[in-house]
């Protein structure tokens, strides 16, 4: 899995974990990805939860 969303393209974004004496250390965010069935066939697409939500993978 590419952890992409199929419909809007959201990938996962880094940055920096900053600890209490603000040190920082490398990190990424992933996107909330769900596994969802399309109607026309029985594929599976990864779609974001904001693009379930906004109905644009149906």
Known sequence: MARI??????GPRSGFR?????????RRWLPNLQSVRLKKGERRIYVCAE???SFKFS
């Open 5 to 10: 969303c199929s419909i809007c393209g959201k």
């Open 18 to 26: 900053v600890s209490h004496s603000h040190r920082k250390s490398k």
């Open 51 to 53: 693009c379930i939500k």
